[in-house]
Nanobody, 129 residues
């Protein structure tokens, strides 16, 4: 089992940047697939980005490609989300998630929140116009 703790959220003006961090503790971090999801008030939790095991293969929601970058540091047991050119519609609680799905499964279900077993408590990101 792995525990996830997000940090780095806050208030930023439109056009600005934030870097979210998710620290993991527990079992071997490098064997986990990791993802970021977000949930705006009154909306469903949606996929943002994922990074697959030690392959470092990454996936993004189509609407976020080019602005958000997911990365991981297995030595630090951490995953990051660099968010650039932020817009008011990016305002949401951002969640880190993990699972141990095998590679052939992870590359198909990376955006499905039901496939993730471990979640952090979330960090609020607010983008002002």
């Amino acid at each position: 089992q792995v525990q996830l703790v997000e940090s780095g959220g806050g208030l930023v003006q439109a056009g600005g940047s934030l870097r979210l961090s998710c620290a993991a503790s527990g079992r071997t971090f490098s064997g986990y697939n990791l993802a970021w999801f977000r949930q705006a008030t009154g909306k469903e939790r949606e996929f943002v980005a994922a990074i697959i095991r030690s392959t470092l293969r990454t996936y993004y929601a189509d609407s976020l490609k080019g602005r958000f970058i997911i990365s991981r540091d297995n030595a630090e047991d951490a995953v990051y989300l660099q968010m650039n050119s932020l817009k008011p519609e990016d305002t949401a609680v951002y969640y880190c998630a993990a699972n141990e799905a095998p590679y052939y499964s992870a590359i198909y279900y990376y955006s499905n929140r039901e496939k993730y077993d471990y979640w952090g408590q979330g960090t609020q990101v607010t983008v002002s116009s």
